[in-house]
């Protein structure tokens, strides 16, 4: 599989970082493999020094993306399996690129921020192919591939959980697994049928090329609807969409910090992705007609995790719930179907991934130095670490979106995007921005406020290695409050393509939606 990733990167321009992003965590892993189990710090420095390269790979891909275009950049399309007209076809835009980007931050800073208690190897191990098969899935444009590395990524996520997790880690890691599991069958069934049903209506060779399926539009509408279906199960799963989100909480809460950074900041976002880049793209008029479904789902899931993080009595269960009302923001900007309101989703996107993965860092932290997460046993520690309880501040008014910071960026555009195609479903989300307030400042005032007693005023102030761990996600978080136009304008250009598409093909089909007799004929 590596070599002939690496082989994929002589085509397109001189230097195509597109499958290096892929295979430079796997040729990481595969070091470790060799490598003595008793040189942990070793494994560490192998496993932060591959993450940060694969970094730094995503910070000169953003370098030499040409702002202002709409298409496919960085592409590569070349034959696999030739008789099935599968092939590894990579390629990115604008609304790929910083999720890309996030993934190249994430990982090194989780890596980093806490070391495994045992089996070591294994630990860096998963965590590089965890970052292979994320990466995989923002770059693939072969529905083949995109599912591949979209089954991929469960693996070492099941063993972080199961193996470094906590508490009941075992039911939590299987839940994840057969949930989500149960989810992709539907996925698997629906690459397959759209596959042979596009080369049924275009009349060419089998491809599963999603951009030339995308393009040509040639499945029936009912046919692409209930395709859409079968995606939209596979997606929903993975964000999670209520009510298929009864995995996460125990998920979260079950798994070691690194597990958690990156299952909130990441993993999720391969749902939320998935919906744009197959749901949307592929399945246009599908997408339009289900969007009143996809929104009321999206509604229901702000208010009903805003509602369920303000009764939590574990603190990384209230951040876990608020990830249930963050991607409920993110499918209402999705399914708006404007400009304003994908672009919104998107930054969303980043924007959660920047500060709930701060929030669980920091939950990690106070979990080390206290052994609990009970917010009833908890109190004061602003007293006993007033920078600890700062950065904590920080993270939490950009997770309830204050002005200047990166969180009412991306509210802000989606509330303003769905405004325009989604007026009630607006109004009601609304709400959730005020219920996030409630439930993160009520459980800040019970666990940094008040009178430090007992163990609590022994609590460690923040260490200047794990201020520096978090350093790069506040500057993220600032910038992006106070400066998200170079963001939006590499987003941008791709929403509006996707919303042009989505509006000529609608359009389209449901003027030319085929009699029931010629849709009973294919």
């Not at 000169?60 to 202002?68: A, H, M």
């Not at 999720?99 to 998963?126: E, M, Q, R």
């Not at 880690?169 to 397959?192: C, D, E, H, P, W």
């Amino acid at each position: 599989m590596v070599s002939t990733l690496l082989a994929a990167a002589g085509s397109g321009p001189a230097f195509n970082v597109l499958p290096w992003l892929v295979g430079l965590p796997v040729i990481g892993m595969v070091i470790l493999a060799f490598m003595p189990n008793a040189r942990d710090d070793a494994l560490r420095i192998v496993a932060v020094a591959t993450s940060a390269a694969t970094g730094g790979l995503a910070v000169y891909l953003l370098s030499e993306f040409r702002t202002g275009e709409a298409g496919f950049q960085f592409v590569i399309n070349r034959t696999w399996v030739e008789a099935l007209g599968i092939g590894w076809h990579f390629g990115i835009d604008g609304i790929s690129l910083f999720l890309i980007l996030l993934t190249g931050l994430l990982f090194p800073l989780s890596i980093i921020a806490v070391k495994p208690d045992h089996d070591a190897k294994l630990y860096y191990g998963s965590m590089l192919l965890l970052m292979a098969g994320c990466m995989g899935v923002f770059v693939a444009l072969d529905l083949v591939l995109f599912f591949l590395f979209f089954e991929l990524v469960l693996v070492p996520m099941y063993f972080l959980i199961g193996m470094w997790g906590h508490g009941n880690r075992t039911y939590a890691a299987l839940k994840f697994f057969l949930q989500t599991m149960f989810g992709s069958a539907f996925m698997f069934v629906g690459i397959v049928a759209t596959a042979f049903l596009h080369q049924r209506g275009s009349g060419g060779p089998l491809t599963f090329d999603l951009v030339k399926i995308a393009t040509d539009q040639s499945i029936a509408t009912t046919s692409a609807r209930w395709l859409f279906l079968a995606f939209a199960i596979a997606f929903a799963v993975k964000v999670p969409i209520f009510p298929l989100h009864t995995w996460l909480p125990d998920a979260h809460t079950e798994a070691p910090t690194a597990g958690s950074v990156i299952l909130a900041g990441i993993l999720l976002k391969l749902g939320t992705y998935g919906l744009i880049r197959i749901g949307l793209f592929v399945f246009p008029e599908a997408s339009h007609y289900f969007a009143p479904l996809m929104l009321t789902l999206g509604v229901i899931g702000i208010l009903y995790g805003a509602i369920c993080s303000a009764m939590q009595p574990d603190l990384k269960r209230v951040v876990a719930f608020s990830s249930v009302a963050h991607l409920g923001f993110i499918i209402l900007g999705i399914f708006s179907i404007t400009v304003q309101g994908l672009d919104g989703g998107v930054v969303q996107m980043i924007n959660h991934g920047i500060s709930t993965p701060a929030l669980f860092i920091l939950i990690g932290w106070i979990y080390e130095r206290r052994h609990t997460r009970m917010i009833d046993e908890l109190g004061g520690l602003q007293r006993a670490a007033p920078i600890f309880a700062g950065f904590f501040t920080v993270a939490m008014f950009s997770s309830i979106g204050l002005p200047g910071l990166n969180g009412f960026v991306g509210e802000f555009l989606t509330l303003l995007g769905a405004f325009k195609t989604a007026r009630w479903w607006a109004v009601m989300a609304a709400s959730g921005v005020i219920l996030a307030a409630v439930y993160l400042l009520w459980a800040y005032q019970r666990v940094f406020h008040g009178p430090a007693v007992g163990e609590n005023a022994k609590f460690r102030e923040l260490t200047l290695f794990e201020g520096a761990v978090l350093v790069p996600l506040v500057i993220a978080m600032f910038f992006i409050g106070l400066y998200p136009k170079p963001m939006v304008d590499r987003i941008e250009p791709s929403v509006k393509a996707l919303v042009t598409h989505i509006g000529e093909h609608s359009n389209a089909d449901v003027k030319d939606i085929p009699a029931p007799q010629a849709e009973a004929s294919e």
